[in-house]
């Protein structure tokens, strides 16, 4: 069963922590349903790239959230070829280096920051559920700020090794010991601070994706996102 042919599209809300899987079981949900597709890490790590460019210190949060509004932040959601642009540029790259990645927890954990991300997120989520069949979004506030009447909400996790594996292969890392520490790091930052942490709800379905393959997981929330939308088919029969 398609996703498409409803009047407003569905929105499927992926959290989980760094290297659970959610990127590519987002993605392959997307491209299955002809569903949009929203990477928000992306967002923090494209706001992390422009205040390293800026030189504004990112451990000053009075600094950062000053300068939030002024990066031009743009998400491409075709899931075949997401793309993010700041001011324009392309930056795909850029945003997936160490220097990014160490800085975007102190970035992301500044309010003004997440205001202005969070509505940027809720537009797009908006457009592709009048435009689209809906939405596939994943994060770490999904579930809970961004989307909490999502149609489908995951809590995808995986063992700290599993994870550690992953991420070291996708950033071809050859140290997998310094991975894991690295994410265990962000975890600890992501999930204790003040400003929309991550948690799971408890309405979130929780999905242990260590030992599954991309596919058997992919599959299991397409399956999901099916029933929501068979079961908002039927409630709209009555
Ligand atoms: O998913 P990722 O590793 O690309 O995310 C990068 C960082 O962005 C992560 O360490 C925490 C932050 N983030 C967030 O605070 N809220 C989100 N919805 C998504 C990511």
Redesign the pocket.
């Known amino acids: 069963m398609s996703a498409q042919g409803n009047a407003e599209g569905i929105v499927v809300a992926i ?1 989980g922590p ?2 659970s899987g ?2 590519s079981t987002a993605r392959g949900v997307a491209a299955a349903r002809d569903l949009r597709y929203l ?7 494209a706001m ?1 790239l422009w205040m390293l460019r800026h030189r504004i210190d990112v451990d000053d949060a009075a600094a950062v959230a000053a300068a939030a509004s002024r990066p031009d932040i743009t998400m491409g959601t075709d899931p075949s070829a997401p793309t993010v642009q700041v001011d324009g540029a392309d930056v795909a790259q850029e ?2 280096t160490h220097e990014v ?1 160490q800085n ?2 102190a ?3 500044v309010p003004q920051v ?1 205001e202005l ?2 509505a940027l ?1 809720r537009e797009t989520i908006a457009r592709a559920r009048r435009e689209a069949g809906g939405i596939v979004v ?5 579930t809970t ?2 989307a909490p009447d999502a149609a489908v909400k995951i809590y995808l996790t995986a063992s700290a090794e599993a994870r550690a594996h992953r991420r070291s292969r996708e950033v071809r890392a050859a140290d997998v010991a310094a991975t894991q520490a690295d994410l265990a790091r ?1 975890d600890l ?2 999930s204790s ?1 003040a400003a ?1 942490p ?1 948690t799971r709800t408890a309405d979130a379905l929780e999905l242990e994706t260590t030992g599954l393959s991309l596919d058997e997981v992919v599959a299991i929330v397409v399956k999901l996102a099916d029933e929501a939308v068979a079961a908002r088919q039927g409630s709209a029969a009555l």
Do not use: P
Not at 39 to 45: I, K, L, S, V
């Open positions: 959290d760094s290297g959610k990127s990477d928000t890490g992306a967002m923090y790590r992390t945003i997936r990645t975007v927890s970035v992301s954990a997440r991300l969070v997120q994943e994060g770490r506030d999904i700020v961004v962000r930052l992501d601070r929309s991550l």
